[in-house]
Protein backbone atom coordinates (compact mmCIF):
# COMPACT_ATOMS: atom_id res chain seq x y z
CA UNK A 1 0.00 0.00 0.00
CA UNK A 2 1.36 3.40 -1.18
CA UNK A 3 2.44 6.07 1.28
CA UNK A 4 -0.27 8.27 0.22
CA UNK A 5 -2.63 5.89 0.76
CA UNK A 6 -1.42 5.41 4.16
CA UNK A 7 -1.74 9.44 4.95
CA UNK A 8 -5.14 9.59 3.70
CA UNK A 9 -6.81 7.28 5.73
CA UNK A 10 -5.00 7.92 8.73
CA UNK A 11 -5.45 11.22 8.09
CA UNK A 12 -9.25 10.73 7.99
CA UNK A 13 -8.70 8.62 11.13
CA UNK A 14 -6.89 12.00 12.99
CA UNK A 15 -9.52 14.53 11.88
CA UNK A 16 -12.49 12.50 13.04
CA UNK A 17 -10.09 12.33 16.21
CA UNK A 18 -9.59 16.02 16.77
CA UNK A 19 -13.18 16.96 15.78
CA UNK A 20 -14.13 15.21 18.89
CA UNK A 21 -12.64 18.91 20.90
CA UNK A 22 -13.56 20.89 17.89
CA UNK A 23 -17.40 20.15 17.07
CA UNK A 24 -20.83 21.88 19.10
CA UNK A 25 -22.58 19.63 21.20
CA UNK A 26 -25.13 18.80 17.88
CA UNK A 27 -22.90 18.17 15.81
CA UNK A 28 -20.80 16.14 18.14
CA UNK A 29 -23.34 14.12 18.50
CA UNK A 30 -24.52 13.85 15.02
CA UNK A 31 -20.74 12.17 14.41
CA UNK A 32 -20.71 9.95 16.81
CA UNK A 33 -23.85 8.36 15.54
CA UNK A 34 -22.68 8.57 11.72
CA UNK A 35 -19.68 7.13 12.31
CA UNK A 36 -21.40 3.78 13.91
CA UNK A 37 -23.79 3.34 11.16
CA UNK A 38 -20.91 4.21 9.22
CA UNK A 39 -19.15 0.93 10.52
CA UNK A 40 -22.87 -0.62 9.45
CA UNK A 41 -22.68 0.55 6.10
CA UNK A 42 -18.48 -0.07 5.61
CA UNK A 43 -19.74 -3.76 6.86
CA UNK A 44 -22.35 -3.64 4.05
CA UNK A 45 -19.74 -2.32 1.51
CA UNK A 46 -17.45 -5.78 1.95
CA UNK A 47 -20.78 -7.79 0.75
CA UNK A 48 -22.04 -5.42 -1.96
CA UNK A 49 -19.02 -3.17 -2.98
CA UNK A 50 -16.59 -5.61 -2.89
CA UNK A 51 -17.90 -8.96 -3.14
CA UNK A 52 -20.49 -8.01 -5.31
CA UNK A 53 -23.37 -9.58 -3.33
CA UNK A 54 -26.46 -7.28 -3.33
CA UNK A 55 -28.22 -8.10 -0.21
CA UNK A 56 -31.60 -6.30 1.03
CA UNK A 57 -31.30 -8.07 3.98
CA UNK A 58 -28.31 -6.17 6.53
CA UNK A 59 -30.95 -4.89 8.63
CA UNK A 60 -31.10 -8.30 9.96
CA UNK A 61 -27.11 -8.48 10.76
CA UNK A 62 -27.67 -4.60 12.69
CA UNK A 63 -30.17 -5.83 14.45
CA UNK A 64 -29.34 -9.13 15.30
CA UNK A 65 -26.03 -7.11 16.76
CA UNK A 66 -28.19 -4.47 18.82
CA UNK A 67 -31.09 -7.31 20.15
CA UNK A 68 -28.26 -9.62 20.93
CA UNK A 69 -26.75 -7.03 23.15
CA UNK A 70 -29.50 -5.25 24.24
CA UNK A 71 -31.12 -8.55 25.54
CA UNK A 72 -28.68 -9.93 26.93
CA UNK A 73 -28.16 -7.00 29.09
CA UNK A 74 -31.71 -6.44 29.91
CA UNK A 75 -32.58 -10.23 30.60
CA UNK A 76 -29.47 -11.40 32.35
CA UNK A 77 -27.78 -8.00 33.05
CA UNK A 78 -24.65 -8.47 31.63
CA UNK A 79 -21.86 -5.66 31.59
CA UNK A 80 -21.19 -3.96 28.42
CA UNK A 81 -18.06 -5.98 27.00
CA UNK A 82 -19.70 -9.45 27.11
CA UNK A 83 -22.93 -7.68 26.01
CA UNK A 84 -20.96 -6.31 22.62
CA UNK A 85 -19.39 -9.18 21.60
CA UNK A 86 -22.86 -11.80 22.56
CA UNK A 87 -23.99 -9.18 19.84
CA UNK A 88 -21.27 -9.40 17.33
CA UNK A 89 -21.65 -13.36 18.02
CA UNK A 90 -25.65 -13.28 16.96
CA UNK A 91 -24.90 -11.83 14.15
CA UNK A 92 -21.95 -13.63 13.08
CA UNK A 93 -23.69 -16.98 13.78
CA UNK A 94 -26.94 -15.77 11.63
CA UNK A 95 -24.89 -14.38 8.62
CA UNK A 96 -23.73 -18.16 8.39
CA UNK A 97 -26.76 -19.94 8.38
CA UNK A 98 -28.37 -17.02 6.22
CA UNK A 99 -25.57 -17.79 3.73
CA UNK A 100 -25.27 -20.65 3.49
CA UNK A 101 -28.71 -20.89 2.19
CA UNK A 102 -29.21 -17.60 0.43
CA UNK A 103 -25.84 -18.06 -1.10
CA UNK A 104 -27.38 -21.40 -3.09
CA UNK A 105 -28.50 -18.20 -5.26
CA UNK A 106 -27.22 -14.85 -6.98
CA UNK A 107 -28.19 -11.97 -8.66
CA UNK A 108 -32.30 -10.56 -7.80
CA UNK A 109 -32.53 -14.25 -6.52
CA UNK A 110 -30.52 -13.12 -4.28
CA UNK A 111 -31.91 -9.76 -3.20
CA UNK A 112 -35.79 -11.76 -2.75
CA UNK A 113 -34.02 -14.29 -0.79
CA UNK A 114 -32.00 -11.90 1.74
CA UNK A 115 -35.05 -9.57 1.49
CA UNK A 116 -37.52 -12.44 2.66
CA UNK A 117 -35.43 -13.55 5.58
CA UNK A 118 -34.43 -9.79 7.25
CA UNK A 119 -38.72 -9.43 6.85
CA UNK A 120 -38.82 -13.03 8.80
CA UNK A 121 -36.43 -11.79 11.31
CA UNK A 122 -38.29 -8.42 11.93
CA UNK A 123 -41.59 -10.26 12.16
CA UNK A 124 -39.50 -12.70 14.58
CA UNK A 125 -39.21 -9.70 16.76
CA UNK A 126 -42.62 -8.66 16.91
CA UNK A 127 -44.06 -11.84 17.57
CA UNK A 128 -41.95 -12.59 20.10
CA UNK A 129 -42.66 -9.76 21.82
CA UNK A 130 -42.56 -10.62 25.31
CA UNK A 131 -38.80 -10.99 24.85
CA UNK A 132 -38.06 -8.41 22.55
CA UNK A 133 -41.05 -5.75 23.86
CA UNK A 134 -41.95 -6.19 20.13
CA UNK A 135 -42.74 -2.37 18.20
CA UNK A 136 -41.65 -0.74 21.17
CA UNK A 137 -38.41 -1.86 22.31
CA UNK A 138 -36.79 -0.98 25.16
CA UNK A 139 -34.16 1.16 26.96
CA UNK A 140 -30.78 -0.82 27.65
CA UNK A 141 -30.20 -0.51 31.00
CA UNK A 142 -27.75 1.97 32.49
CA UNK A 143 -25.97 -0.46 34.29
CA UNK A 144 -24.84 -2.31 30.69
CA UNK A 145 -23.87 0.96 29.75
CA UNK A 146 -20.78 1.35 31.58
CA UNK A 147 -17.28 -0.08 31.34
CA UNK A 148 -15.52 0.28 34.16
CA UNK A 149 -16.16 3.82 35.86
CA UNK A 150 -16.64 5.01 32.42
CA UNK A 151 -20.16 6.12 31.35
CA UNK A 152 -21.05 5.27 27.42
CA UNK A 153 -23.81 7.36 27.53
CA UNK A 154 -21.64 10.88 28.18
CA UNK A 155 -21.06 12.40 25.10
CA UNK A 156 -17.42 12.09 25.07
CA UNK A 157 -16.93 8.42 25.69
CA UNK A 158 -19.76 7.54 23.50
CA UNK A 159 -17.76 9.50 20.51
CA UNK A 160 -14.70 7.92 21.42
CA UNK A 161 -16.10 4.91 20.94
CA UNK A 162 -17.89 5.16 18.02
CA UNK A 163 -14.20 6.44 16.72
CA UNK A 164 -11.98 4.04 17.65
CA UNK A 165 -14.87 0.87 16.17
CA UNK A 166 -14.96 3.13 12.98
CA UNK A 167 -11.44 3.79 12.97
CA UNK A 168 -10.45 -0.21 13.41
CA UNK A 169 -13.23 -1.49 10.79
CA UNK A 170 -12.10 0.98 8.39
CA UNK A 171 -7.93 -0.08 8.58
CA UNK A 172 -9.58 -3.76 9.28
CA UNK A 173 -11.19 -3.40 5.54
CA UNK A 174 -8.38 -1.55 3.97
CA UNK A 175 -6.14 -4.35 5.27
CA UNK A 176 -8.89 -7.13 3.89
CA UNK A 177 -9.11 -5.43 0.61
CA UNK A 178 -5.65 -5.37 0.03
CA UNK A 179 -4.95 -9.00 0.82
CA UNK A 180 -5.20 -11.81 -1.12
CA UNK A 181 -8.55 -12.92 -0.04
CA UNK A 182 -9.90 -9.47 -0.80
CA UNK A 183 -8.54 -9.39 -4.37
CA UNK A 184 -10.25 -12.84 -5.26
CA UNK A 185 -13.26 -11.55 -3.56
CA UNK A 186 -13.37 -8.24 -6.31
CA UNK A 187 -12.18 -11.28 -8.84
CA UNK A 188 -15.45 -12.75 -7.76
CA UNK A 189 -17.63 -9.17 -7.70
CA UNK A 190 -16.03 -8.83 -11.75
CA UNK A 191 -16.05 -12.38 -12.78
CA UNK A 192 -17.07 -15.18 -10.80
CA UNK A 193 -17.19 -17.89 -13.41
CA UNK A 194 -13.25 -16.74 -14.59
CA UNK A 195 -12.59 -16.56 -11.00
CA UNK A 196 -13.78 -20.34 -10.09
CA UNK A 197 -11.80 -21.61 -13.15
CA UNK A 198 -8.76 -19.74 -11.89
CA UNK A 199 -9.10 -22.66 -8.99
CA UNK A 200 -10.62 -20.24 -6.40
CA UNK A 201 -13.70 -21.53 -4.16
CA UNK A 202 -15.71 -19.17 -4.86
CA UNK A 203 -18.81 -20.13 -2.81
CA UNK A 204 -16.73 -20.59 0.71
CA UNK A 205 -15.29 -17.07 -0.50
CA UNK A 206 -18.43 -15.47 -0.90
CA UNK A 207 -19.53 -17.27 2.40
CA UNK A 208 -16.85 -15.79 4.21
CA UNK A 209 -17.40 -12.26 2.96
CA UNK A 210 -20.84 -12.44 3.62
CA UNK A 211 -20.04 -13.69 7.65
CA UNK A 212 -17.36 -10.85 7.81
CA UNK A 213 -20.27 -8.62 6.38
CA UNK A 214 -23.16 -9.52 8.94
CA UNK A 215 -19.76 -9.46 11.61
CA UNK A 216 -19.15 -5.72 10.88
CA UNK A 217 -22.97 -4.79 10.62
CA UNK A 218 -23.77 -6.64 14.06
CA UNK A 219 -20.78 -5.05 15.53
CA UNK A 220 -21.99 -1.79 14.36
CA UNK A 221 -25.28 -2.26 16.03
CA UNK A 222 -23.88 -3.51 19.02
CA UNK A 223 -22.26 -0.91 19.67
CA UNK A 224 -25.12 1.20 18.94
CA UNK A 225 -27.27 -0.63 21.31
CA UNK A 226 -24.82 0.59 24.15
CA UNK A 227 -24.05 4.27 22.84
CA UNK A 228 -27.67 5.59 22.45
CA UNK A 229 -29.06 3.04 24.71
CA UNK A 230 -32.43 2.34 22.94
CA UNK A 231 -32.99 -0.92 20.99
CA UNK A 232 -36.11 -1.03 18.39
CA UNK A 233 -37.53 -2.96 16.18
CA UNK A 234 -37.52 -0.39 13.13
CA UNK A 235 -33.73 -0.72 13.04
CA UNK A 236 -34.26 -4.84 11.64
CA UNK A 237 -36.92 -2.84 9.25
CA UNK A 238 -36.20 -2.90 5.45
CA UNK A 239 -35.50 0.60 5.44
CA UNK A 240 -32.32 -0.21 7.37
CA UNK A 241 -31.11 -2.50 4.44
CA UNK A 242 -32.20 0.07 1.73
CA UNK A 243 -29.97 2.86 4.14
CA UNK A 244 -27.11 0.45 3.89
CA UNK A 245 -27.22 -0.14 0.07
CA UNK A 246 -28.18 3.78 -0.15
CA UNK A 247 -25.00 5.38 2.30
CA UNK A 248 -22.64 2.66 0.44
CA UNK A 249 -23.89 3.77 -3.36
CA UNK A 250 -23.90 7.74 -2.64
CA UNK A 251 -20.59 7.54 -1.17
CA UNK A 252 -18.73 5.34 -3.71
CA UNK A 253 -19.44 1.26 -2.89
CA UNK A 254 -16.18 -0.55 -3.59
CA UNK A 255 -14.00 2.31 -1.77
CA UNK A 256 -12.98 2.12 1.80
CA UNK A 257 -14.18 5.21 3.10
CA UNK A 258 -16.85 5.99 0.48
CA UNK A 259 -19.13 4.28 3.20
CA UNK A 260 -18.65 7.37 6.10
CA UNK A 261 -18.56 9.68 3.41
CA UNK A 262 -22.24 8.44 2.00
CA UNK A 263 -23.53 8.09 5.49
CA UNK A 264 -22.35 11.25 6.62
CA UNK A 265 -23.95 13.24 3.20
CA UNK A 266 -27.27 11.29 3.83
CA UNK A 267 -27.56 12.38 7.36
CA UNK A 268 -26.95 15.86 6.49
CA UNK A 269 -29.31 15.91 3.85
CA UNK A 270 -32.09 14.62 5.51
CA UNK A 271 -31.10 16.62 8.87
CA UNK A 272 -31.08 20.00 6.75
CA UNK A 273 -34.19 19.20 4.50
CA UNK A 274 -36.12 18.15 7.67
CA UNK A 275 -35.35 21.94 9.21
CA UNK A 276 -36.80 23.48 5.73
CA UNK A 277 -39.91 21.60 4.87
CA UNK A 278 -41.96 18.51 6.18
CA UNK A 279 -41.48 17.18 3.01
CA UNK A 280 -38.05 16.64 3.33
CA UNK A 281 -38.13 12.91 2.27
CA UNK A 282 -38.37 14.60 -1.31
CA UNK A 283 -35.87 16.65 -1.05
CA UNK A 284 -33.46 13.94 -0.11
CA UNK A 285 -35.30 11.94 -2.74
CA UNK A 286 -34.38 14.86 -5.62
CA UNK A 287 -30.71 14.82 -4.38
CA UNK A 288 -30.38 11.29 -4.34
CA UNK A 289 -31.47 11.55 -7.94
CA UNK A 290 -29.33 13.84 -9.32
CA UNK A 291 -26.41 12.28 -7.77
CA UNK A 292 -27.26 9.06 -9.17
CA UNK A 293 -27.50 10.85 -12.68
CA UNK A 294 -24.16 12.65 -12.49
CA UNK A 295 -22.51 10.44 -9.65
CA UNK A 296 -22.86 7.25 -10.90
CA UNK A 297 -19.97 5.75 -9.00
CA UNK A 298 -21.19 7.52 -5.95
CA UNK A 299 -18.90 10.66 -4.29
CA UNK A 300 -15.75 9.05 -3.78
CA UNK A 301 -16.13 7.47 -7.14
CA UNK A 302 -15.91 10.68 -8.75
CA UNK A 303 -13.16 11.34 -6.69
CA UNK A 304 -11.57 8.13 -8.08
CA UNK A 305 -11.48 9.40 -11.77
CA UNK A 306 -9.02 11.73 -10.62
CA UNK A 307 -6.97 10.00 -7.87
CA UNK A 308 -7.31 6.72 -9.48
CA UNK A 309 -5.09 4.86 -6.89
CA UNK A 310 -8.10 6.12 -4.11
CA UNK A 311 -9.07 2.29 -2.51
CA UNK B 1 4.37 -41.11 -22.48
CA UNK B 2 1.83 -41.69 -19.58
CA UNK B 3 -2.03 -40.38 -20.56
CA UNK B 4 -2.98 -37.02 -19.14
CA UNK B 5 -6.32 -37.18 -19.71
CA UNK B 6 -8.96 -39.92 -20.65
CA UNK B 7 -12.74 -39.94 -21.20
CA UNK B 8 -14.40 -43.56 -21.48
CA UNK B 9 -18.01 -42.88 -22.73
CA UNK B 10 -18.22 -39.58 -22.17
CA UNK B 11 -21.98 -37.81 -22.90
CA UNK B 12 -23.67 -34.80 -22.39
CA UNK B 13 -27.80 -34.74 -23.63
CA UNK B 14 -29.47 -31.45 -23.10
CA UNK B 15 -33.18 -32.05 -22.72
CA UNK B 16 -32.97 -35.05 -25.35
CA UNK B 17 -30.57 -32.97 -27.70
CA UNK B 18 -27.18 -35.33 -27.63
CA UNK B 19 -25.13 -32.88 -27.66
CA UNK B 20 -22.11 -35.57 -27.26
CA UNK B 21 -22.08 -39.46 -27.52
CA UNK B 22 -20.03 -42.00 -25.69
CA UNK B 23 -16.84 -40.30 -26.84
CA UNK B 24 -13.72 -41.92 -25.59
CA UNK B 25 -10.73 -39.79 -25.95
CA UNK B 26 -7.15 -40.25 -24.63
CA UNK B 27 -4.51 -37.77 -24.02
CA UNK B 28 -0.92 -38.44 -23.59
CA UNK B 29 1.56 -35.91 -21.48
CA UNK B 30 3.49 -33.71 -23.25
CA UNK B 31 1.15 -33.68 -26.32
CA UNK B 32 -0.25 -30.74 -28.21
CA UNK B 33 -3.35 -32.10 -28.87
CA UNK B 34 -6.09 -30.07 -31.63
CA UNK B 35 -9.72 -30.71 -31.51
CA UNK B 36 -11.27 -29.86 -34.50
CA UNK B 37 -14.94 -30.19 -36.15
CA UNK B 38 -17.60 -27.91 -38.03
CA UNK B 39 -19.49 -25.41 -35.90
CA UNK B 40 -22.36 -27.38 -33.54
CA UNK B 41 -19.89 -30.74 -33.34
CA UNK B 42 -20.11 -30.62 -29.93
CA UNK B 43 -16.00 -29.43 -29.04
CA UNK B 44 -17.26 -26.51 -26.48
CA UNK B 45 -20.10 -29.01 -24.56
CA UNK B 46 -16.44 -31.62 -24.79
CA UNK B 47 -14.03 -29.46 -23.01
CA UNK B 48 -16.56 -28.02 -20.64
CA UNK B 49 -17.14 -31.14 -18.93
CA UNK B 50 -13.40 -31.89 -18.93
CA UNK B 51 -13.06 -28.50 -16.70
CA UNK B 52 -16.22 -29.19 -15.05
CA UNK B 53 -18.29 -26.76 -16.35
CA UNK B 54 -20.62 -29.18 -17.63
CA UNK B 55 -21.90 -32.23 -15.26
CA UNK B 56 -21.66 -35.48 -17.76
CA UNK B 57 -25.03 -36.75 -18.44
CA UNK B 58 -22.38 -40.31 -18.55
CA UNK B 59 -19.48 -41.28 -18.56
CA UNK B 60 -16.14 -41.00 -16.83
CA UNK B 61 -13.28 -37.92 -17.22
CA UNK B 62 -9.67 -39.21 -14.92
CA UNK B 63 -6.78 -36.40 -14.80
CA UNK B 64 -3.68 -38.16 -14.26
CA UNK B 65 -5.22 -41.35 -13.11
CA UNK B 66 -7.94 -39.90 -10.87
CA UNK B 67 -11.42 -39.56 -11.60
CA UNK B 68 -12.21 -36.23 -11.93
CA UNK B 69 -15.85 -36.77 -12.95
CA UNK B 70 -17.62 -35.34 -10.15
CA UNK B 71 -15.11 -32.97 -9.09
CA UNK B 72 -16.32 -28.80 -9.16
CA UNK B 73 -14.09 -26.60 -11.53
CA UNK B 74 -12.22 -25.08 -8.94
CA UNK B 75 -10.71 -28.94 -7.90
CA UNK B 76 -9.77 -29.61 -10.47
CA UNK B 77 -7.89 -26.47 -11.77
CA UNK B 78 -6.05 -27.10 -8.07
CA UNK B 79 -5.11 -30.36 -9.73
CA UNK B 80 -3.24 -29.08 -12.67
CA UNK B 81 -5.91 -28.19 -15.05
CA UNK B 82 -6.26 -24.60 -17.03
CA UNK B 83 -9.03 -23.11 -19.51
CA UNK B 84 -8.91 -20.15 -21.17
CA UNK B 85 -12.00 -19.19 -22.45
CA UNK B 86 -13.72 -19.07 -25.94
CA UNK B 87 -15.48 -15.69 -25.54
CA UNK B 88 -12.75 -13.69 -23.98
CA UNK B 89 -13.74 -13.07 -19.88
CA UNK B 90 -10.34 -11.15 -18.36
CA UNK B 91 -11.44 -8.95 -15.40
CA UNK B 92 -12.16 -5.95 -18.07
CA UNK B 93 -11.78 -3.22 -14.58
CA UNK B 94 -8.83 -4.74 -13.31
CA UNK B 95 -5.46 -3.82 -14.58
CA UNK B 96 -3.47 -7.10 -17.16
CA UNK B 97 -1.20 -7.21 -14.05
CA UNK B 98 -3.32 -7.84 -11.66
CA UNK B 99 -5.48 -10.48 -13.84
CA UNK B 100 -2.74 -12.39 -14.23
CA UNK B 101 -1.87 -12.23 -10.81
CA UNK B 102 -5.16 -13.44 -9.40
CA UNK B 103 -4.16 -16.36 -11.60
CA UNK B 104 -0.58 -16.96 -9.96
CA UNK B 105 -1.67 -16.13 -6.78
CA UNK B 106 -3.76 -19.32 -5.93
CA UNK B 107 -0.60 -21.40 -5.44
CA UNK B 108 2.29 -18.99 -4.74
CA UNK B 109 1.41 -16.62 -1.16
CA UNK B 110 4.79 -14.99 -2.02
CA UNK B 111 4.06 -11.60 -3.00
CA UNK B 112 7.58 -11.55 -4.93
CA UNK B 113 7.28 -14.92 -6.55
CA UNK B 114 3.90 -13.62 -8.09
CA UNK B 115 5.20 -10.63 -9.16
CA UNK B 116 7.94 -12.04 -10.77
CA UNK B 117 5.25 -14.67 -12.36
CA UNK B 118 3.26 -11.88 -13.67
CA UNK B 119 5.92 -10.41 -15.66
CA UNK B 120 7.35 -13.55 -16.91
CA UNK B 121 3.32 -14.95 -18.32
CA UNK B 122 2.88 -11.40 -19.68
CA UNK B 123 6.38 -11.41 -21.04
CA UNK B 124 5.91 -14.44 -22.63
CA UNK B 125 2.48 -13.22 -24.41
CA UNK B 126 4.23 -10.34 -25.41
CA UNK B 127 2.27 -7.99 -23.43
CA UNK B 128 5.19 -6.84 -21.33
CA UNK B 129 4.85 -3.31 -21.41
CA UNK B 130 0.96 -3.72 -20.83
CA UNK B 131 0.92 -4.90 -17.22
CA UNK B 132 -0.78 -1.22 -15.73
CA UNK B 133 -3.37 -0.87 -18.78
CA UNK B 134 -6.71 -1.48 -17.52
CA UNK B 135 -7.69 -5.26 -19.05
CA UNK B 136 -10.87 -4.06 -20.86
CA UNK B 137 -9.11 -0.94 -22.94
CA UNK B 138 -6.74 -3.71 -24.57
CA UNK B 139 -7.83 -4.34 -28.14
CA UNK B 140 -9.16 -7.92 -28.42
CA UNK B 141 -6.42 -9.27 -29.82
CA UNK B 142 -4.25 -8.25 -26.94
CA UNK B 143 -7.18 -9.51 -24.77
CA UNK B 144 -7.15 -12.74 -25.87
CA UNK B 145 -3.19 -13.00 -25.22
CA UNK B 146 -3.63 -11.75 -21.16
CA UNK B 147 -6.35 -15.22 -21.23
CA UNK B 148 -3.52 -16.94 -22.57
CA UNK B 149 -0.61 -15.52 -19.77
CA UNK B 150 -3.37 -16.09 -16.95
CA UNK B 151 -3.11 -19.95 -18.12
CA UNK B 152 0.18 -19.67 -18.30
CA UNK B 153 0.69 -18.15 -14.83
CA UNK B 154 -0.76 -20.97 -13.59
CA UNK B 155 1.56 -23.56 -14.61
CA UNK B 156 -0.93 -25.94 -15.48
CA UNK B 157 0.14 -29.98 -16.58
CA UNK B 158 -3.05 -29.65 -18.79
CA UNK B 159 -3.72 -26.26 -20.60
CA UNK B 160 -7.33 -25.93 -22.82
CA UNK B 161 -7.45 -23.28 -25.32
CA UNK B 162 -10.73 -22.55 -26.26
CA UNK B 163 -10.16 -21.10 -30.21
CA UNK B 164 -7.48 -19.15 -28.94
CA UNK B 165 -6.57 -17.21 -32.57
CA UNK B 166 -10.03 -16.32 -32.92
CA UNK B 167 -9.17 -12.12 -33.10
CA UNK B 168 -5.83 -12.30 -33.62
CA UNK B 169 -3.79 -10.52 -36.18
CA UNK B 170 -1.69 -12.78 -38.27
CA UNK B 171 1.72 -11.18 -36.54
CA UNK B 172 -0.21 -12.22 -33.16
CA UNK B 173 -0.85 -15.72 -34.28
CA UNK B 174 2.52 -15.84 -35.93
CA UNK B 175 4.04 -15.91 -32.64
CA UNK B 176 1.32 -17.89 -31.03
CA UNK B 177 2.30 -20.60 -32.87
CA UNK B 178 5.85 -20.28 -31.46
CA UNK B 179 4.71 -19.55 -27.87
CA UNK B 180 2.49 -22.94 -28.11
CA UNK B 181 5.53 -24.84 -29.56
CA UNK B 182 7.88 -23.73 -26.67
CA UNK B 183 5.34 -24.44 -24.11
CA UNK B 184 4.49 -28.36 -25.69
CA UNK B 185 8.04 -29.03 -23.41
CA UNK B 186 6.58 -27.98 -20.00
CA UNK B 187 3.13 -28.85 -20.22
CA UNK B 188 -0.10 -30.84 -22.42
CA UNK B 189 -1.89 -28.77 -24.78
CA UNK B 190 -5.60 -29.76 -25.43
CA UNK B 191 -6.56 -26.97 -28.36
CA UNK B 192 -9.41 -26.17 -30.07
CA UNK B 193 -8.75 -24.29 -32.76
CA UNK B 194 -10.67 -22.85 -36.41
CA UNK B 195 -7.60 -21.68 -37.88
CA UNK B 196 -6.67 -24.73 -40.04
CA UNK B 197 -3.15 -23.33 -40.92
CA UNK B 198 -2.47 -22.97 -36.58
CA UNK B 199 -3.80 -26.53 -36.50
CA UNK B 200 -1.65 -28.34 -39.36
CA UNK B 201 1.39 -27.01 -38.61
CA UNK B 202 0.90 -27.45 -34.53
CA UNK B 203 -0.56 -30.49 -33.47
CA UNK B 204 0.75 -33.68 -32.71
CA UNK B 205 -1.86 -35.15 -33.36
CA UNK B 206 -5.79 -34.20 -34.23
CA UNK B 207 -9.27 -35.51 -33.12
CA UNK B 208 -12.48 -34.87 -34.67
CA UNK B 209 -15.58 -34.21 -33.10
CA UNK B 210 -18.77 -34.02 -35.85
CA UNK B 211 -22.32 -34.80 -34.67
CA UNK B 212 -21.47 -35.16 -31.10
CA UNK B 213 -19.32 -38.26 -31.54
CA UNK B 214 -15.39 -38.82 -32.38
CA UNK B 215 -14.85 -39.13 -36.25
CA UNK B 216 -11.52 -39.72 -36.54
CA UNK B 217 -8.42 -39.47 -35.05
CA UNK B 218 -4.70 -39.30 -35.83
CA UNK B 219 -1.50 -37.26 -37.48
CA UNK B 220 -2.69 -33.83 -39.33
CA UNK B 221 -1.42 -36.14 -42.48
CA UNK B 222 -3.67 -38.51 -41.97
CA UNK B 223 -6.60 -36.38 -40.99
CA UNK B 224 -6.26 -34.62 -43.92
CA UNK B 225 -6.49 -37.23 -46.29
CA UNK B 226 -9.25 -38.97 -44.51
CA UNK B 227 -12.37 -38.83 -46.75
CA UNK B 228 -14.95 -39.31 -43.75
CA UNK B 229 -13.47 -36.14 -42.80
CA UNK B 230 -13.65 -34.00 -45.99
CA UNK B 231 -17.18 -35.12 -46.05
CA UNK B 232 -17.89 -33.69 -42.65
CA UNK B 233 -16.63 -30.55 -43.47
CA UNK B 234 -18.54 -29.90 -46.88
CA UNK B 235 -20.46 -26.88 -47.12
CA UNK B 236 -17.76 -25.14 -45.27
CA UNK B 237 -15.00 -26.48 -47.58
CA UNK B 238 -12.62 -29.17 -47.00
CA UNK B 239 -10.56 -28.33 -43.53
CA UNK B 240 -7.58 -26.83 -44.89
CA UNK B 241 -9.70 -24.25 -47.17
CA UNK B 242 -10.51 -22.97 -44.10
CA UNK B 243 -7.85 -20.32 -43.35
Known amino acids: MSRRDWSLHLGLVALLFALNWILPAYHHGVVARVMVLAVFAMGYNVAFGYTGLLSLGHAMYFAAGMYGTGLVALHLEAGAIPAWFAGLGAGLLLALVTGLLALRTAGVSFMIVTLMFAQAFYLGILYFGDITHGDDGFVVPNAARRVAEVALSDAGPRYLIGWALFSVTMIGTLWLVRAPFGRVLVAIRENEDRARLLGYDTGRRKLGALVISGGISAGAGAAYALLFGYVGASFAGVQYSIFALLWVLLGGAGTVIGPLVGTLFMYYLVDLSTEVTDAYMLIAGIVLILLTLFMPRGITGALRQVWRDLP | ?243
Open chain 2, 1 to 243: MSVILETTGLGKSFDGLRANNDISFSLPAHQIRALIGPNGAGKTTFVSMLIGRLTPTEGVIRFDGRDVTKLPAHERVKLGMAYTFQITSVFGRLSAHENVALAARRRLSDPAAVAQEVAQALGRVGLGDRADAIAGDLSYGHQRLLEIAMGLAQKPRLLILDEPTQGLAESEVESFKALIRALAAETTILLIEHNMAVVMELADHITVLNFGEILAEGSPQEIHANPAVQAAYLGTGAPDAED
